[in-house]
Structures are given as structure tokens and as C-alpha cells.
């Protein structure tokens, strides 16, 4: 009886453990899309920010969200007031106001600038080859994520060139995440 015990619970952990979204850094990511080209989905979050962390627990602990962003994008942290140094088409990105003795807010990455990320948490898309699609602004719940991560996987983003298609693919949008 305590090896059935023991090994539903070994399965119940590498079940969770694969429901986990597999995090890289951004250079990671850029390097990977050399080898396998593939769109970039980006979390910039701070470490202060509460809605920041309900979008780690409720959002991306979500199986649905981290099957689905695992598969079809390389997911990227980011932390929008960190110290990382990052290069990103030919330049180097830094944060040179960031202060390591500071609590709670800190100076803004000056990547997160450069990407018009102007509030956490964000999400941010990049297509194949690395160049910026769009930041999202915002908590978002499964269901809600949903439609973004879809639009941009598909390509289906191209298509939405006045606020009346966007409407219409919103209405005819048929989402299979569950929150």
C-alpha cells in the first residue's frame, strides 16, 4: 500500500512539474529561435508588484496557459526593474538606476523602456526573428490570456487592422482554457 502511496505521489509531482512554464532569460530565447525559430512570449513583472505575483500563481500556474505557452513560444521572465544586463538587437540593455539596497520599486530597465512596458505586469510578444509585436498591459486570467496567446500564435494578429475586426474576432472567438 505505501509504494501505490509513494508512486501516486512521485506521478503527482512530475504531473505538476510539466505544468510549469519552462522560463528562460531573453538571450536565452533570442538564441533558441537561431535553432528553431519560434515566437517569444515575455513576463515583465517587478518583485514588488502584487498583481504581478496573482498572474504567476492563478495565470501561468494554469495547465491549459503552460501547455500552451511551453508549446507554441519560448517564455521569458523579465524583470522590468532588475540589474540584468541584456542584449537585444545590437545594443546592451542595463538598468543604471537600479540600487540594490532599495526596497520595493526601483529604477525602470531601460529594456522595459524600450518596449513600451509602462505598467506590470505586462506581457510582451515577439515574432520569430525577435522583433516586438505588442505588450499587454495587465493581469489576465486564463480564459482572458486565452485569446492573445492564440491571435499571436496563429499569426492571426496580421489580420486585425480596425477596432471592427478586432470586435469581430473577439465575438466569433471560441476559447478552451478553463481558469
Given amino acids: 500500500m505505501k509504494k501505490i502511496a509513494l508512486f501516486l505521489l512521485l506521478l503527482s509531482l512530475s504531473s505538476n512539474a510539466q505544468d510549469k512554464i519552462k522560463w528562460l532569460s531573453f538571450e536565452e530565447a533570442l538564441e533558441a529561435q537561431k535553432e ?29 496557459v503552460a501547455d500552451y505557452i511551453n508549446e507554441n513560444f519560448y517564455p521569458v ?5 532588475g540589474d540584468e544586463s541584456i542584449s537585444y538587437k545590437d545594443f546592451t540593455y542595463t538598468n543604471p538606476n537600479y540600487d540594490s539596497n532599495r526596497k520595493g520599486r526601483n529604477g525602470v530597465h531601460v529594456l522595459a523602456q524600450a518596449l513600451r512596458i509602462d505598467a506590470y505586469p505586462s506581457m510582451v510578444f515577439f515574432d520569430e526573428t525577435g522583433n516586438l509585436i505588442q505588450p499587454i498591459k495587465g493581469y489576465l486570467t486564463p480564459t482572458q490570456l486565452e485569446i492573445y ?9 496580421k489580420k486585425i487592422v480596425s477596432k471592427e475586426i478586432w470586435e469581430d474576432y473577439q465575438t466569433n472567438f471560441v476559447g478552451t482554457f478553463q481558469d
Avoid: Q, R, V
Avoid at 498572474?55 to 501561468?60: G, P
Fill in 149 to 157: 496567446l492564440k491571435l499571436i500564435s496563429s499569426d492571426d494578429y
Fill in 77 to 81: 521572465k523579465f524583470n522590468a526593474e
Fill in 36 to 64: 528553431k525559430p519560434k515566437k517569444i512570449f515575455m513576463d515583465a513583472y517587478t518583485d514588488w508588484c502584487g498583481p504581478c505575483k496573482l498572474l504567476d500563481k492563478n495565470t501561468f500556474g494554469n495547465k491549459y
